[in-house]
């Protein structure tokens, strides 16, 4: 290594180098992430009003207390929509402005919960005089659902709503301890009003279930809690230091008497008398869930590309271990062991962007499908958003912790970025339905559907089930894997179809001693195969998107996305036999083939990593992280950021003469010595 | 569910019932877990002492800012010390106080780096002038090795120690930002001294490479910074708020000079004139990693065994979903999805505080072997303990993690206890040797080993290379897995030897296209054939350690530890040959059995769950957690907290004059409405 070497500024230099060396049209690809050159023309322009307003500054809350992180919570909140009068930006600007937030805002239960759950299932006059109000923040809501002792078996809540004839009211009610809400966002201290799950008791202690009441929460003129309720925070919501921006409460209600219009009365009602009003559709409820759930796809989506790009960018920069060609410790990202790891998170995030997007396509006709009493594509839907739900929460917490990992000690570096996001996504896969629950729905779907194939009536097969038609038409034979396998997107995507469809037959035989993982390795096939087929249409549509370079370059990244899953699917594949393996294979391991390919893939899209990832289009503000930072000087960066750690505001800690004195005094006394 | 149930009473019915239902002598198994009655006495009279003083207490630690744990830090390490003069405890009674602490302390720097380093290393004239000092903490050390620029890659770093043959000196020196020392614990605020790895630089420009120097960094006086040098703490020192209790530093050495005595200078040296003195033992300098590592096993199965104890004692309270034969939802643990999950922390915790033990007691020997110049030990316990130290971190951060996602919604609460727990183990995948380095260290003896059998002088096999007779004894044939097999432990332990051979063998086939996962498939399969290896002499010894009842639960353990080390290796099994898969028995999954039996015996421990959670021994106080409290309260204690979060001490926010009232008033004002 020669001497004059200086590290911080090789960075730049290997930044520089490395952005040289792409091959594709970055802008191109660029607008294509991002929905097209309006829509990243708007993002640009929001993003740039953003982080030149000091209410979204980032420099500084890594040392925020969980009390600064929450009233910041409530001043970005407030001042997005200041911004929204003050720019006259559109509800899709806006989208686009809370989208970019890195933090979980007080405002969000009242937009993805209260609002679209108020919309779709109040009654028309509820609707009618909330709808306004609702639209323009005059007031905030929030979704009272888990309790402290009840979780996702809503037949089991506690909280009551018993129907009063003589008043014509509900009186809401929490018997217990356990009935208390709990976890809701922006319950604790924001939230004016919630939409709130409660057993509906009528007349005669007729318990017919949990349904959904409006109740007023807090005075709009003092914000005061109203009396009856019981309000508060949960206490540090995370156990990792996430969602400290936003205040999740609970709920306490002491006989609360509500009139009778608030029950959410579009699907199920009362008469006065206290009659229970039958739904026409019970399903129509599960509407409001697969709208939160498929912004979950696009969301983790985003995190993804996040954590490939400050990965990425770090690898390219770092330098250690074997001296390389140029004499120097080689950039980190060179070595296999590293990039086999993050140039695959660069292809789930472009697959799940682009999976979100035709969802939220999808989910915007099944709305408007409902709101004409068409329920035909919601069973469909709702299958494929439990699963891709459950997908995207796994893989993106995955995705996250590998590159953070990747990234070495610095890793564990708050400033690195990386971990408030782990810490803010984490609890994906929970809320919104709990992981395991989901899975469940989606395999219990697909095994009535397996099971109708051998009746004279077979289930029709499409989308999320298409992959069964391997098994209806016996003729079919699994392929055998070859070397050529991993080269060719249709032979993968077959593998993925055929190990769903042999699992959910080995499933459906042995219903009667499953093992314990099952259910889930199941879900996950079905979902994967579903994705599997979606690559293959993006594969096919290609041309149409890029130019010739690019085309070639992001086939690869598709391609890896299909390896890469088969990776993760070896154990299935193996065990069913559609990967072969004999004692005899011991020298000639079967897996070897698919690991090298993944590798070989990989080392071909490094000179386009960066360049891949610039595509995704952050700014430093979005990242904020010292090593992601856009042009490689990540020590500046890191060292800058420690300057400002309160700590280091004074040489002697004022732990010295409480603590550190005593303990170096003492010591010296029985040392009987002082230096 | 009957309407008079109250689930706040059930919790405590519930543990009752689970502890009475317990077969085995809890106190038996306790006094064994602990290593024997005499150390359990120490450990809970000490744990008694402790909790029960004002500076150890718990209750309001989630709260606290980045600031507030520090100081706490600082605080409990100078109370351990006052407490020992006090209570007039042994350096042993010191190790127990120590381990029971679950805070990173700033103290540990000093006596698991600093301490043993100055102890191996210096020359007898430096050992001698500050080890009183150091043993009394009269003096608080640190060690600086990690430089901003430079991980482990000791050739690289950039510290400059000049040797001046005019004035006897070494000049210390930062050249670069890069070159500034990074992330040393007690480096910040605490240390008065450090050891630091720079540079020896020899008249004539001779670069000799990385040794070791004594430098003073704080005043003994006021504690200040001395001329010359540049402190500072990093900043929130982890992304998920873990190690905010000690203050990990930055260094930077401006030609700072210090005589020439202060190089550590056991094992290599400079004479007067600034001529290299060559080392006897270049290996020597490794004994110190060793120690610190050894400590991990130890340390990963309490922290296993705490996630074990809170996730089956939350599960054993929690009633959700189905409900069971008592009209009542059922506990969750006794769902098979989660007790799969669970139950085998048990298993991981007892192997490892057994093996942690065992690995002490080597290392001890160790010690005073190399004190009198043997080193025979020194090649094959280097290796097993750089195998061993990846294995318990990589599966302790996931069994931290599994428990604490099991208990579904609160488990993210930070009052659940294991999110502070996994946030301050999780760097152990890097610090003391990245896990990744220390792997192809693992490998690369393992190869070496290897080849030396075809070769007319093979290598001895023993401890963490006997698995290779397998492969030496060419007759012998891999056995075939069986229903039987799952019931066997010996048969499972050939399995895992069996696996590691081929491995390593393909490996050596493969060297010139290696698969960028073998090296990490590699040392986990030589690791765990070796671990294995000692669980079947645990089993062995299991009729002298416990009576009759314990021994066939113990025994259960064991074999559970065996099987899921075995599920967690299916890829290399099946792939290996070692369990057959063709495409005839796509309907009879040849991995099933395996499940299957792991299933079944999870199954047979339930009842002994709580029992053998309870041998950890572990009190309330320790565990700090509100889901795993003894007596099963867990929505008391959740209630309880949340009381204490500051942001419930005034029923209006501070937010609500500042952020929400404005957001509230505009948007009415949109609304053009007033409610």
């Known amino acids: 290594m020669s001497s004059s070497h200086d590290p911080t500024k090789q960075n730049a230099i290997d930044m520089t180098n490395a952005r040289a060396a792409t091959s594709i049209e970055v802008a191109d690809v660029r607008k294509f992430l991002n929905g097209g050159p309006l829509l990243w023309d708007r993002r640009k322009k929001i993003v740039t009003i953003l982080s030149n307003d000091p209410v979204f500054d980032k420099s500084l809350r890594a040392f925020h207390s969980r009390q600064e992180q929450f009233l910041r919570g409530e001043a970005i909140s407030n001042r997005l929509y200041e911004l929204q009068e003050l720019h006259k930006w559109s509800q899709e600007d806006m989208t686009i402005a809370l989208s970019v937030m890195d933090e979980p805002l007080p405002i969000a239960s009242h937009n993805i919960t209260f ?36 979780g996702s078996n809503l037949s089991c809540l506690e909280t009551t709503a018993t129907y009063l004839p003589q008043t014509q009211e509900f009186e809401l009610h929490s018997p217990t301890l356990t009935s208390t809400k709990w976890w809701s966002g922006a319950l604790g201290k924001t939230a004016t009003h919630g939409i709130i799950q409660a057993k509906l008791i009528l007349p005669g202690e007729k318990d017919m279930g949990p349904h959904l009441f409006f109740v007023q929460l807090r005075s709009l003129e003092t914000h005061e809690t109203l009396p009856g309720r019981t309000l508060g925070d949960v206490g540090q919501p995370d156990t990792l230091c996430g969602w400290a921006s936003t205040d999740n409460g609970f709920a306490r209600f002491d006989h609360v008497r509500i009139p009778k219009e608030n029950m959410l009365s579009k699907f199920a009602g009362v008469s006065d008398a206290g009659e229970y009003v039958t739904p026409p559709h019970a399903k129509m409820s599960f509407s409001g869930l697969i709208y939160f759930r498929s912004l979950m796809v696009t969301n983790a989506g985003w995190l993804i590309a996040k954590a490939a790009t400050v990965s ?364």
């Open 312 to 675: 990425i960018r770090y690898a390219t920069v770092r330098r250690q271990g074997e001296i390389g060609p140029d004499g120097l410790e080689r950039q980190i990202i060179t070595y296999p062991s590293v990039h086999v790891r993050i140039i695959p998170l660069l292809a789930r995030a472009f697959v799940y962007l682009e999976l979100g997007r035709a969802l939220t396509r999808r989910v915007d006709e099944l709305t408007r499908d409902l709101s004409v009493g068409d329920t035909t594509q919601l069973a469909e839907l709702h299958h494929m958003v439990s699963g891709l739900k459950v997908l995207v929460s796994t893989t993106g917490i995955q995705d996250l912790e590998t590159a953070r990992r990747s990234m070495g000690g610095h890793g564990y570096s708050a400033f690195a970025g990386l971990g408030k996001l782990y810490a803010d996504f984490l609890p994906a896969a929970t809320y919104e339905g709990e992981n395991s629950i989901l899975e469940q729905q989606v395999v219990r779907a697909a095994l009535k559907t397996f099971r109708s194939l051998s009746t004279p009536r077979p289930a029709s097969l499409s989308g999320t089930s298409s992959y069964l038609c391997l098994i209806r038409d016996k003729a079919l034979v699994p392929p055998k894997a070859t070397a050529d396998t991993w080269a060719k997107p249709e032979a993968a995507i077959s593998l993925l179809e055929w190990r769903a469809s042999l699992l959910v037959q080995e499933m459906a035989n042995t219903t009667t001693t499953p093992d314990p993982s099952i259910t889930q390795r199941v879900s996950r096939a079905i979902t994967e195969a579903f994705v599997a087929a979606r690559v293959g249409e993006l594969i096919a549509a290609l041309d149409s998107a890029f130019k010739p370079r690019a085309v070639a370059v992001v086939r690869k990244v598709y391609l890896l996305y299909l390896l890469t899953t088969l990776e993760s699917a070896l154990v299935d594949l193996l065990s069913l036999g559609l990967i072969i393996a004999t004692v005899e294979t011991a020298t000639h391991n079967p897996t070897r083939g698919l690991r090298l390919a993944v590798a070989r893939l990989c080392k071909e899209l490094l000179p386009e990593a960066i360049g891949l990832s610039d595509a995704f289009g952050f700014s430093d503000w979005e990242l904020d992280s010292a090593l992601g930072v856009y042009d490689g000087r990540v020590y500046e960066a890191l060292w800058a950021k420690a300057q400002q750690e309160p700590l280091n505001r004074t040489d002697v800690t004022e732990a010295y003469e409480v603590s550190i004195k005593p303990l170096l005094l003492r010591g010296q006394k029985i040392a009987g010595a002082k230096l």
């Open 115 to 150: 609002k679209p759950v108020l919309e779709l299932q109040a009654s028309t006059e509820l609707r009618s005089k909330y709808a306004a109000m609702t639209a323009s923040k005059g007031i905030l809501g929030c979704y009272l659902q888990t309790e402290l002792g009840h």
